[in-house]
């Protein structure tokens, strides 16, 4: 399975962006997926997740002003980010297939490469 990460870039404070995550193999729709961040100088932290099923779960801090939702018809995860912050500025990783913890990035055994998202204030 191979993911790719796309729809970063430069937004101002209080905008919003779409991230998508196009997942190859046709095992997709059985698939948990998870959004992840990675901000200059900390941590790979986790930001959302979203079952086979549909059920959904956030970062707390991030519960309102992110959504994570899937399209299985497209093979495509997507990540709508509202009124974004600059510390929302981060590497936002996709990342598929999780067998434990779906906050524990070691869960997952398939990671996209990585869009940019950069808020400026």
């Known amino acids: 399975v191979q993911l790719q990460a796309s729809g970063g870039g430069l937004v101002q404070a209080g905008g919003s962006l779409r991230l998508s995550c196009l997942a190859s193999?046709?095992?997709?729709?059985?698939?948990?997926m998870a959004w992840f961040r990675q901000a200059p100088g900390n941590e790979r932290e986790f930001v959302a997740f979203?079952?086979?099923?549909?059920?959904?779960y956030y970062a707390e801090p991030l519960k309102g002003r992110f959504t994570v939702s899937r399209d299985n018809a497209k093979n495509t995860v997507y990540l709508q980010m509202n009124s974004l912050k600059p510390e929302d500025t981060a590497v936002y990783y996709c990342?598929?297939?999780?067998?434990?913890?779906?906050?524990?990035?070691?869960?997952?055994?398939?990671w996209g490469q990585g869009t940019q998202v950069t808020v400026s204030s």
């Open positions: 193999g046709r095992t997709f729709s059985r698939e948990s």
């Open positions: 990342a598929g297939h999780v067998t434990g913890s779906a906050v524990y990035i070691p869960s997952y055994a398939y």
């Open positions: 979203v079952s086979a099923a549909g059920t959904t």
